[in-house]
Nanobody
Framework: QVQLEESGGGLVQAGGSLRLSCAAS????????MGWFRQSVGKEREFVAS????????RYADSVEGRFAISRDNAKNILYLQMDSLKPEDTAVYYC????????????????WGQGTQVTVSS
């Protein structure tokens, strides 16, 4: 089993930055792909970014490309999401997720999830 716990969410003004962290425990996740997803009120859960076990391979949603950066520290079992130039439409609960094998933008391919952290961007 994998346990995931997000932190780093909060309230920020538009144009500001936040860095989310996701601590993994229970088993090594060095061979897992990891992803960030978000869900705002009344909307479906949507893909934000993902990374393969080798941090050189990343993927981003068009809406965050160039503003967000996903990274991982396999030695510490921590996944990060650096979010810059935040917009009010980035407001959502952000979840980290893990899966065995290649990364994916489909949330239903990830069996392991954190509890989520709220990000609120004010205009």
């Amino acid at each position: 089993q994998v346990q995931l716990e997000e932190s780093g969410g909060g309230l920020v003004q538009a144009g500001g930055s936040l860095r989310l962290s996701c601590a993994a425990s229970g088993r090594t996740f060095i061979s897992d792909a990891m992803g960030w997803f978000r869900q705002s009120v009344g909307k479906e859960r949507e893909f934000v970014a993902s990374v393969r076990w080798s941090a050189a391979y990343t993927r981003y949603a068009d809406s965050v490309e160039g503003r967000f950066a996903i990274s991982r520290d396999n030695a510490k079992n921590i996944l990060y999401l650096q979010m810059d130039s935040l917009k009010p439409e980035d407001t959502a609960v952000y979840y980290c997720a893990a899966k065995i094998g290649d990364h994916s933008s489909s949330w239903n391919e990830y069996p392991y999830w954190g509890q989520g952290t709220q990000v609120t961007v004010s205009s």
